[in-house]
């Protein structure tokens, strides 16, 4: 079935620090891609998303782009910030089931020092 | 406008126990997904509800079941509770079809002891 890998954390920076997180995805048709954020005692919000190859979602300094090639969706930011800490999960729609149910990865969790 | 409402926060269970969820969907939304997220792993889905049918359901035994209001709203129900139940559980709901729009509840903490 559908599923997806990334990398585990926890990812450790510094304020302004290159952040990469990467993600890759098995399915058997083509999905959209979605970058969750969860802060701490919170539910997930979405980050970013791309529904088709070679899109690259953005927001808030976030970026991915989707890389059908290389089965791959990995997060950048230039700079990071404190407020970036939290749990980053990448998620595809299961686009063979009834409902485009979301697959998440395990997540990686982001701490960003000052 | 409220997003996605859970209730309660926190509950404390007794193995063997039944346990009933409460989430009340985003204004406009038609449909509400349930996922079980355990501790430092990502969400999985359990079930859909649409039109107050279960659309799809993930891997999870009979024990979990749901149901849906005339309002769109959901419960969750969970019987013969086991430790391994332990988990925050997340409410998103959603327009029918629109696979981007999920907006997500802060979730649920449900602790088996």
């Known amino acids: 079935g559908d599923s997806v890998t990334q990398m585990e954390g926890p990812v450790t920076l510094s304020e302004e620090a290159f952040l990469t997180i990467n993600c890759t995805y098995t399915?058997?048709?083509?999905?959209?891609l979605f970058w969750y954020v969860q802060y701490p005692g919170e539910g997930l919000q979405l980050l970013l998303k791309?529904?088709?190859?070679?899109d690259k979602g953005s927001n808030k300094g976030f970026e991915a782009t989707y890389r059908k090639e290389t089965t791959s969706f990995h997060l950048e930011k230039g700079s990071v910030q404190v407020s970036d800490s939290a749990v980053y999960f990448c998620?595809?729609?299961?686009?063979?089931?009834?409902?485009?149910?979301?697959?998440f990865g395990t997540g990686t969790l982001l701490a960003v020092q000052p | 406008d409220a997003g996605v409402t859970q209730s309660p926060t926190h509950l404390i269970k007794t193995r063997g126990q039944q346990v009933t969820l409460r989430c009340s969907p985003k204004?406009?939304?038609?449909?509400v997904s349930w996922y079980q997220q355990a501790l430092g792993q990502g969400p999985q889905f359990i079930f859909q509800?649409?039109?107050?049918?279960?659309?799809q359901r993930g891997n999870f035994p009979d024990r979990f079941s749901g149901h849906q209001f005339p309002n769109y709203s959901s419960e969750l129900n969970v019987n013969a509770l086991l430790l391994g139940d332990s988990a925050l559980y997340l409410c998103?709901?959603?327009?029918?079809?629109?696979?981007?729009?999920?907006?997500f509840g802060s979730g649920t903490r449900l602790t088996v002891v």
């Open positions: 998103a709901s959603s327009v029918l079809g629109i696979e981007y729009g999920y907006t």
């Open positions: 399915a058997t048709g083509y999905p959209s």
């Open positions: 791309a529904t088709k190859a070679d």
């Open positions: 998620a595809l729609s299961d686009i063979g089931g009834a409902t485009n149910k979301l697959i």
């Open positions: 204004s406009g939304h038609d449909t």
């Open positions: 509800y649409y039109e107050e049918e279960e659309r």
